[in-house]
């Protein structure tokens, strides 16, 4: 301290050397510090630059510029499919705009209205209606609505179900002997479902298909399962909703009913169709009660008494074919299974609903 009293001018320049070395050495290291690290920076660059030097194609300004117009395509393409698969037409429109019943009561009162209506149609098309398809696949729900948390995909059922028998209907088969559909499942079901199809499908060994017991239907002639290998479900990405239809006929019948669905108004898929020749009870009809009014108000009605070898006999206000054919055109018993597609948006969407759903009154 007297030192600095004794030669202020030395002692402040010392000190101020001292800072500046200090000051010095902060840089040094500072400086060194960020060298290193762009070192380390330098040392990954010319790593990522070997790997895409070894890319194909090459990283390139031509290739981005293809791999762009590529994508453009794709995008057109899937916005192309995806218009398909939202269908077209009444049927289609039908589908979109219509209105989730509210309660278990309106969803019955829906499902009794196109019970009655689809009769009405088969009666006009002259279609016999055998006990098993007289609810159309809807028997279970013949004195109650379905559960609330099942309406939605009860009623999504009806609608595409409605499209299917019309279409088969103005097809003009013999008769309709069965309706069989998947189980309608609530949303925490499917969403239990696909993850276990998703669980399977990335495990390293899945299970043999027949080494799994088959899934449980509910009892009833209304349910059937669909066989996975045949399904175009696949989980997470397209879900499917089948149906089977059960009908006599002749092949111009079932010839009919395939165009309609191969005009893609609905976004239906024909899976599998089985084929066998009609006997015994799937083609002797029975013919309506002496007492039917429809019956004694027609004084003209003929047997609807029908068999295998033997043609639908005519009208009578149509004149007779001069010539008998020499094989008459066998009845055969077909059975058409069908899946609707549907697109599964991606999870965490906003995709916006096809129908509006009301809460239950509380």
């Known amino acids: 301290m007297s030192g600095f009293r004794k030669y202020p001018v030395f002692s402040s320049l010392l000190t101020v050397c001292v800072l500046a070395a200090l000051g010095e050495g902060y840089c040094i290291y500072e400086r060194w510090t960020a060298s290193r690290e762009a070192a380390v920076t330098l040392e990954k660059k010319k790593a990522e630059l070997h790997a895409m ?22 995008q057109r393409s899937l916005e192309a499919m995806q218009a398909e698969l939202r269908g077209r037409g009444p049927a289609a429109d039908r589908l979109r705009t219509a209105k989730v019943p509210a309660a278990r009561t309106d969803a019955y009162f829906d499902l009794a209205t196109f019970v009655e209506k689809t009769r009405e149609l088969a009666k006009t098309r002259e279609v016999d209606l055998r006990p098993e398809a007289a609810r159309f696949g809807f028997s279970i729900y013949a004195n109650e609505g379905p559960e609330f948390d099942r309406i939605p995909a009860v009623f999504h059922q009806r609608q595409i179900a409605q499209y299917l028998i019309e279409s088969l209907l103005d097809a003009k088969p013999r008769a309709l002997l069965a309706v069989q559909r998947e189980p309608a499942l609530t949303k925490k079901e499917k969403e239990d479902r696909d993850a276990a199809a998703l ?119 149509l004149k007779p074919s001069g010539t008998a054919p020499i094989v008459a055109k066998p009845w055969c018993k077909f059975t058409v299974t069908v899946e609707y597609i549907e697109l599964v948006p991606p999870a965490g969407a906003d995709a916006a609903p096809a129908a509006e759903t009301a809460k239950p009154n509380t």
């Open 199 to 317: 669980a399977a499908a990335n495990s390293a060994a899945p299970p043999p298909p027949d080494a799994a017991p088959p899934p449980a239907v509910p009892d009833g002639p209304d349910f059937f399962v669909i066989d996975p290998r045949a399904s175009a479900r696949v989980a997470g990405y397209l879900d499917a909703t089948a149906f089977r239809l059960v009908f006599t006929g002749q092949t111009t019948a079932l010839r009919a009913f395939l165009n309609r669905l191969a005009s893609f108004e609905l976004p239906v898929l024909v899976r599998e169709v089985e084929v066998e020749p009609a006997v015994g009870a799937d083609v002797v009809i029975a013919p309506p009660p002496a007492d039917d009014p429809a019956v004694a108000s027609d004084s003209t009605a003929t047997s609807t008494v029908l068999s295998v070898a033997s043609a639908p006999p005519p009208k009578p206000a």
């Open 53 to 74: 030097g070894g890319l194909v194609p090459a990283p390139k300004r031509e290739i981005a510029t293809a791999i762009e117009a590529d994508l453009a395509r794709a």
